[in-house]
Nanobody, 116 residues
Framework: QLQLVESGGGLVQPGGSLRLSCATS????????MGWYRQAPGKQRELVAS???????VYADSVKGRFTVSRDNAKKTVHLQMNSLQPEDTAVYYC??????????WGQGTQVTVSS
């Protein structure tokens, strides 16, 4: 059972930056896809950014050019650098790991609030 623990959330003013981290309990070398989702109040969970083991990245249109996803295989972590944050980025952000074949794991989530 893979455990994912997010950190780095918090309160930031519009235009500010945050860096989310997702620490895993095991090696991420065999994980096909790792990424971040978010869920705002009253909305469905949506993909923010993902990174495949082959290096392919996918970003939601709303965050392209502002967010960057990266993974550190040696440290077994995945990061989400978020710049130029806006109030609409306010949500609970979840780390996700997906293996080939469909097995997947989720973190507990970390709150990001963008407000002046």
């Amino acid at each position: 059972q893979l455990q994912l623990v997010e950190s780095g959330g918090g309160l930031v003013q519009p235009g500010g930056s945050l860096r989310l981290s997702c620490a895993t309990s095991g090696s991420i070398l065999s994980i096909n896809i790792m990424g971040w989702y978010r869920q705002a109040p009253g909305k469905q969970r949506e993909l923010v950014a993902s990174l495949s083991s082959g290096g392919t990245t996918v970003y939601a249109d709303s965050v392209k050019g502002r967010f960057t996803v990266s993974r550190d295989n040696a440290k077994k972590t995945v990061h989400l650098q978020m710049n130029s944050l806006q109030p609409e980025d306010t949500a609970v952000y979840y780390c996700h790991a997906g293996y080939t074949g469909g097995r997947e794991f989720w973190g507990q989530g970390t709150q990001v609030t963008v407000s002046s």
